[in-house]
């Protein structure tokens, strides 16, 4: 007598349920449990990706349930491939992203490679440093704004106070070429303990014998640092690069409550300006076919990018 | 709201909204056309200011359907530091720098004077700066701030209403001049970092004693005059100065009921008692500002409130933004354009507006009425 579990299931079962039960393949079984998953994976993603390139072929507006719906062919994406401002706002998104990602790289990995070594009040430091990662970035935000305040704000004090800039005569936040730089403060402010944390687990993966080695091969620090620890860290860092870049792709909740995307268009990043042709203009057609663009974008890049860290981690 | 509207849904049985919604709320089938049951009742709109009635009950504008009773009267005005106008050494120094008297502006370049005179001035051992003005990105501010100034240089939206010819209107050389001048009041009469200010903070920056004159809305007026620090005798009120013409821009709401109510007969009740005169006056005595005339007419209207006189003359010379189903992309379209130039320092304002112009065009072509 067989005690599988797919027989104890059947004898806990009612005769008919049992019969049917012990007729079903393991594969079959396999595909019982696993389809709730998938059809909800379908039904979440897959259908409403689908329903948004079929739109973005259309006239569609979402506010407008009345208007008939035209078939625009690829209008949407000649008018948002053709548009200087949306190019602009990519541009704007390119540097953010570049500029945030270098920025918390080269600073997290600095800090995780002080914080490795052993040393008093290591666990409390390290605790403070990952605290702006704790914060709701509306709370960032909206902190940020009195910090960069040029009447009251401290950024602008301190300022006066190293350079004797008068406080009141320039705003972070305002025209002059300073608001772009001043998201990318924040963000790297917030974000750089989290690229911090995975160097981290990159070095204290980084097996002591190694170094032992390398110390009897009488090799220098530096020569330790290029060939041991670097090259054992970079798929940690990689991945940290993938997880920043993705998340500032469609950075919105800090830069809006930050700027508002402005001064004019000076922050305003794609999704920002896609939230607002989505949900503000109601323009939902050209909008399904500025979010299908933006998602070949990011999926491409991310495939390139996943493919190389696959790479990286075969070596 | 739209989002509400827009699913059918019947959350609200009565909707008070923008002045800018009613076109889409009647194309769409969200509002309930009032004209029947006005009737029956003998609720005319004849007894509501007529400004009100066009801004925030017809559609097609100016045309008898009605989808709203004239609810909420509002407009952009001004409000400033009475106690800092009658000081004797203020006084003297503006007389002596202007050559007048330091009076409320009668125009709006008699406005930015007085701005400009405050900014960076030492009062009390603070320094003060000249005015809070709209600035905001995100929503509408910085185009209900800059139609304060275009509105008062005489700006229209289209040469023939309802033709939707913009050229050489919205871009007429007033135009470009009124915006030139808006751009030079942020940029000489503004607080620092006052670059995207709504309205809460006008009112800040006024609570706290940093401006000498702020704009806001009417609605927020009652609550000015009984704050504690800034208001009572220490603030008066003026309406938007004129330049070529008198203007102002308008806020406000009408009354709708919604289409989708499961309570149409309450609804309508309630519009029937609002409507009423007697509960008009009631309102205006709590600081809702009543568009009926029974309440606007009366002669002793002007002294109810310190700022009554003001709101019936910004009422006289209101004007609104395009009320289009589409307003929302009308708007935004005229945010980014501004914004653009009169805080962002790109382009002349020439090129602002011809752009508006451009983003408009693609706007009603898209809406098939261009």
Request: glycine share 8%; proline share 5%; aromatic share 14%.
């Amino acid at each position: 007598m067989s005690h599988t579990p797919i027989d104890r299931l059947a004898h806990a079962t009612p005769p008919a349920m049992a019969r049917r039960v012990r007729g079903l393949s393991d594969r079959a079984i396999a595909w019982l449990f696993v389809a709730p998953t998938i059809f909800l994976l379908l039904a979440i993603n897959i259908f409403p990706l689908i329903w948004t390139v079929r739109l973005s072929f259309t006239n569609y507006a979402a506010n407008r349930p009345g208007r008939e719906v035209e078939w625009v062919g690829l209008r949407n994406y000649t008018r948002i491939l053709t548009d200087d401002g949306i190019w602009a706002n990519m541009q704007t998104t390119a540097h953010f992203l570049i500029w945030t990602i270098a920025l918390q790289v080269v600073i997290g990995f600095s800090l995780a490679w002080l914080i490795n070594r052993k040393f008093k009040g290591n666990d409390l430091l390290t605790t403070l440093i990952v605290l702006p990662m704790m914060l709701s970035p509306a709370v960032v935000g909206n902190f940020w704004t009195f910090l960069y305040q040029p009447q009251i704000g401290l950024i602008n004090y301190v300022v006066e106070l190293f350079t004797g800039i008068p406080a009141s005569s320039f705003s972070m936040l305002g025209p002059g070429g300073l608001a772009k730089w001043s998201i990318i403060i924040v963000d790297t402010w917030m974000w750089t303990p989290f690229v911090m944390l995975i160097c981290l687990a990159g070095l204290r993966s980084i097996p002591d014998y190694i170094y032992e080695a390398a110390e009897i091969d009488r090799a220098s620090k530096w020569r330790q640092f290029w060939t041991i620890t670097l090259p054992m860290v970079l798929p940690f860092l990689m991945l940290a690069v993938l997880f920043r870049g993705i998340e500032n792709f469609k950075m919105f909740d800090m830069v809006v409550l930050l700027t508002g995307g402005g001064p004019g268009n000076e922050t305003l990043l794609a999704s920002i300006d896609l939230k607002r042709e989505a949900f503000e203009k109601w323009r939902t057609g050209y909008s399904s076919a500025y979010a299908i663009i933006l998602f070949v974008t990011v999926f491409g890049l991310a495939s390139i990018y996943v493919k190389a860290l696959n790479k990286v981690k075969e070596r | 709201m739209l989002n509400e509207l827009n699913s059918d849904g019947q959350l609200c049985d009565l909707l008070i909204g923008d002045s800018q919604w009613i076109g889409g709320g009647a194309e769409n089938g969200h509002y309930v056309k009032l004209n029947e049951f006005f009737d029956a009742n003998a609720i005319s709109m004849d007894d509501f200011a007529p400004a009100t009635v066009y801004a925030y009950s017809t559609w097609p504008k100016g045309t008898p359907n009605y989808y709203a009773l004239p609810a909420m009267g509002d407009a952009n005005g001004w409000f400033y530091r009475k106690d800092w106008f009658a000081r004797d050494d203020i006084k003297a120094a503006f007389k002596e720098k202007y050559g007048r008297d330091l009076a409320e502006p009668k125009t709006q370049k008699e406005l930015l004077e007085i701005a400009q005179f405050f900014q960076g001035r030492e009062i009390d051992g603070q320094k003060v700066y000249g005015a809070s003005i709209f600035t905001e990105r995100g929503s509408e501010g910085i185009t209900m701030g800059a139609t304060g100034a275009l509105y008062a240089w005489g700006f229209k939206y289209e040469n023939t209403p309802g033709k939707y010819d913009m050229e050489g209107a919205v871009n007429s050389p007033a135009a470009v001049e009124a915006l030139e001048f808006y751009k030079e009041f942020y940029k000489t009469a503004t607080p620092p970092g006052y670059d995207n200010a709504y309205m809460e903070q006008s009112l800040d920056a006024f609570k706290s004693g940093q401006v000498a004159m702020a704009m806001n809305w009417f609605a927020f007026f009652p609550g000015l005059y009984a704050d504690p620090n800034t208001g009572g005798d220490k603030i008066d009120f003026f309406v938007n100065p004129a330049q070529n013409q008198a203007g102002s821009t308008l806020g406000g709401q009408g009354i709708s009921v919604v289409s989708y109510t499961d309570n149409m007969d309450g609804a309508l009740e309630y519009i029937k008692w609002f409507a009423n005169p007697d509960v008009q006056k009631k309102w205006w005595s709590m600081g809702g500002y009543s568009c009926h005339k029974a309440v606007l007419d009366d002669p002793n209207f002007v002294n109810t409130a310190p700022f009554a006189g003001d709101f019936l003359e910004a009422m006289g010379g209101v004007q609104d933004f395009w009320q289009e189903p589409a307003y929302a992309s009308l708007l935004l379209a005229m945010q980014e354009r501004l914004h653009n130039y009169i805080v962002a320092d790109q382009g002349t304002a020439k090129e602002a507006l011809d752009g508006l112009i451009a983003d408009w065009t693609e706007v009603f072509e898209d809406e098939g009425k261009l």
